[in-house]
């Protein structure tokens, strides 16, 4: 396969460098400059199909952390041909990067664009409360995003607290078949909602919750793989227990902040939560002593273990030491 790919790169090459080399030779039998100016430029004679591999590579390359404009933008503005290929090109219109500085109109305009293939979004609707033009356009850019719900496969959802439990009574109508990434941050509690996503999402594998605890999620864990929570609005250790025991596939799982109460001191064997294929673990909490956790997990798979904003009282007494080693392997670093 990779051979493959390389032969035809490799001819593409060879193509561009052929086209470049006529172009050159046109321009010198040019008499004038306005002769040369209608001359077609060597990348206008590119096979389309060649274009289109070209701007899949590039806008596959890019990500919201960039803090640039869409690519895909950019492509659409060289000439008249690559606009056209850019629009056409559903692919291109499938990851999107949205905050509150775009139109509705815009928004539904890429998601057409995409036609029905699953769509990567991030979504930021935070803006400043006493802006009421920003409030009505996030949510009418919500109402388009939350449209496409059934072909969502990766969404980063950024909530301020003016929306938050309005798209949180949203959140909770709607279901996701084809999600496999969620990641959802709120920058202030949502009181009032049971749960988020309860007509179900059978495909997701990792999550991401902050300032929104793991009990308003509606779909079954049971597929997770990665799970990562940061709240300080925490649940009772039993609920988060139940919760833990469903996740028989979790490989990775952070807890950061407030995120479990009630830690048992000395649990007992009903209540030591098991996560037989955990190899990755991160816990960061200052109202507990981080060892503490760690005796309610087994976690047999465990190859890594990180401990963040260490003091003194983290560490555990001798007489812990053989507890601890009974629920974590000593592959463990």
Same mark, same amino acid.
């Given at each position: 396969m990779t051979l493959h790919c390389a032969h035809n790169y490799a001819q593409m090459l060879e193509h561009t460098m052929y086209l470049c080399s006529r172009w050159a030779a046109r321009v010198k039998s040019k008499k004038s400059a306005s002769e040369i100016v209608l001359s077609i430029s060597p990348i206008e004679e590119l096979p389309t199909e060649i274009l289109m591999l070209i701007f899949e590579e590039y806008c596959d390359n890019w990500s919201p952390a960039d803090k640039t404009s869409l690519p895909q933008l950019c492509l659409s503005q060289v000439n008249r041909q690559w606009r056209s290929i850019a629009v056409s090109l559903a692919s291109l219109w499938t990851k999107l990067a949205i905050t509150p500085q775009f139109s509705s109109y815009i928004v539904s305009v890429y998601l057409k664009r995409s036609q029905q293939l699953p769509l990567d979004l991030d979504l930021d609707l935070r803006y400043e409360a006493t802006d009421d033009f920003k409030r009505d356009r996030v949510l009418t850019i919500w109402k388009a995003v939350k449209s496409s719900a059934d072909r969502w496969r990766r969404l980063t959802l950024q909530l301020g607290p003016q929306d938050a439990s309005a798209v949180s009574e949203d959140l909770r109508e709607l279901g996701a078949p084809l999600l496999e990434e969620l990641e959802i941050t709120s920058s202030s509690h949502v009181?009032?909602?049971?749960?988020?996503?309860?007509?179900?999402?059978? =495909?997701? *594998?990792?999550?991401? #919750?902050?300032?929104?605890? /793991?009990?308003?999620?509606? &779909? $079954? +864990?049971?597929? @997770?793989?990665?799970?990562?929570?940061?709240?300080?609005?925490?649940?009772?250790?039993?609920?988060?227990?139940?919760?833990?025991?469903?996740?028989?596939?979790?490989?990775?799982?952070?807890?950061?902040?407030?995120?479990?109460?009630?830690?048992?001191?000395?649990?007992?064997?009903?209540?030591?939560?098991?996560?037989?294929?955990?190899?990755?673990?991160?816990? =960061?909490? *200052?109202?507990?002593? #981080?060892?503490?956790?760690? /005796?309610?997990?087994?976690? &047999? $798979? +465990?190859?890594? @273990?990180?401990?963040?904003?260490?003091?003194?009282?983290?560490?555990?007494?001798?007489?812990?030491?053989?507890?601890?080693?009974d629920t974590t392997p000593r592959s463990a670093t």
């Amino acid at each position: 396969m990779t051979l493959h790919c390389a032969h035809n790169y490799a001819q593409m090459l060879e193509h561009t460098m052929y086209l470049c080399s006529r172009w050159a030779a046109r321009v010198k039998s040019k008499k004038s400059a306005s002769e040369i100016v209608l001359s077609i430029s060597p990348i206008e004679e590119l096979p389309t199909e060649i274009l289109m591999l070209i701007f899949e590579e590039y806008c596959d390359n890019w990500s919201p952390a960039d803090k640039t404009s869409l690519p895909q933008l950019c492509l659409s503005q060289v000439n008249r041909q690559w606009r056209s290929i850019a629009v056409s090109l559903a692919s291109l219109w499938t990851k999107l990067a949205i905050t509150p500085q775009f139109s509705s109109y815009i928004v539904s305009v890429y998601l057409k664009r995409s036609q029905q293939l699953p769509l990567d979004l991030d979504l930021d609707l935070r803006y400043e409360a006493t802006d009421d033009f920003k409030r009505d356009r996030v949510l009418t850019i919500w109402k388009a995003v939350k449209s496409s719900a059934d072909r969502w496969r990766r969404l980063t959802l950024q909530l301020g607290p003016q929306d938050a439990s309005a798209v949180s009574e949203d959140l909770r109508e709607l279901g996701a078949p084809l999600l496999e990434e969620l990641e959802i941050t709120s920058s202030s509690h949502v009181s009032g909602i049971t749960t988020i996503l309860d007509c179900g999402a059978p =495909s997701l *594998r990792h999550l991401r #919750l902050i300032g929104m605890s /793991l009990q308003r999620f509606g &779909p $079954a +864990l049971n597929q @997770l793989t990665k799970l990562d929570l940061t709240t300080n609005c925490p649940m009772q250790f039993t609920v988060f227990k139940g919760l833990c025991q469903k996740m028989v596939k979790l490989e990775e799982l952070t807890l950061r902040s407030r995120v479990v109460e009630a830690w048992p001191l000395y649990p007992s064997k009903d209540e030591i939560i098991p996560l037989p294929a955990l190899k990755v673990l991160k816990v =960061s909490d *200052r109202r507990w002593p #981080l060892f503490i956790p760690l /005796l309610s997990i087994s976690a &047999p $798979a +465990l190859h890594t @273990l990180s401990l963040y904003d260490l003091v003194a009282h983290d560490l555990p007494d001798t007489f812990m030491e053989p507890q601890l080693r009974d629920t974590t392997p000593r592959s463990a670093t």
